[in-house]
Structure formats: structure tokens, C-alpha cells
């Protein structure tokens, strides 16, 4: 059985920061590509970014690219998020996936958490 639980949501203030963590279990982790994405009602799931299964990240998405920072720690078989000068648009359910091939779309992934909520108020 795959797993992958996401933790560390919760609410913010904006400007302040947030680590999220992605535990994996039931496959090889190390041999695998991962993502987080996030979703806001009523638009579709977003790629944040990817790390690849060499620890090399891809494809930050622009509201991303300079606050949020993806990492792993293969010995911990955990994904992390650490999320920067937060601020409101960046309220959502974060998800993180796995995939044996990255993907700019939601649906080029296999594996997936249920998510873990942020909430930045103003």
C-alpha cells in the first residue's frame, strides 16, 4: 500500500512562514519523483513544484519561485515544503505526489496525499 500523509498546515498571518512535510510510504522513495501541488475552490489543482528523485528541483511555479523552497530527506522517506512571506492568495489544500515522470499537470501523477489545508489571513 502507497501512502503519502501531508502535515503542518494551518493559519498564518501574511508575511510569515510555514514548513509543510510530505511522509512517503510503500514505495521505494528514493527512485521516485515528487511534487506538491495546491487547490483553491473552485480552480484546478496547480503545480507548486517537483524535486526529482536526484534532489534537484523543477518547475517552481512563478508564485512560488523566491518564497517556497522544495526538499527531501531520503533517509526519512519525507518530502518538505518550506513556504515564505506567505500571503493570502496562497490559502489552499497543499497535496503532495509521486510519479515515476514529472508532470506539469495534476493528472501525470500517480500517488497522492489528501492534502493538508493553509490558511494565510491578512
Known amino acids: 500500500q502507497v501512502h503519502l500523509v501531508e502535515s503542518g498546515g494551518g493559519t498564518v498571518q501574511t508575511g510569515e512562514s510555514l514548513r509543510l512535510s510530505c511522509v512517503v510510504s510503500?514505495?521505494?522513495?528514493?527512485?521516485?519523483?515528487m511534487a506538491w501541488f495546491r487547490q483553491t475552490p473552485g480552480k484546478d489543482r496547480e503545480s507548486v513544484g517537483f524535486?526529482?528523485?536526484?534532489?534537484?528541483?523543477?518547475n517552481y511555479a512563478r508564485f512560488a519561485e523566491g518564497r517556497f523552497t522544495i526538499s527531501r530527506d531520503k533517509a526519512r522517506n519525507t518530502m518538505y515544503l518550506q513556504m515564505t512571506y506567505l500571503r493570502p492568495e496562497d490559502t489552499a489544500i497543499y497535496y503532495c505526489?509521486?510519479?515515476?515522470?514529472?508532470?506539469?499537470?495534476?493528472?501525470?501523477?500517480?500517488?497522492w496525499g489528501q492534502g493538508t489545508q493553509v490558511t494565510v489571513s491578512s
Open positions: 505526489a509521486a510519479a515515476k515522470n514529472t508532470a506539469q499537470h495534476f493528472s501525470g501523477w500517480e500517488y
Open positions: 510503500g514505495l521505494s522513495f528514493s527512485d521516485y519523483n
Open positions: 524535486i526529482s528523485y536526484t534532489d534537484i528541483t523543477h
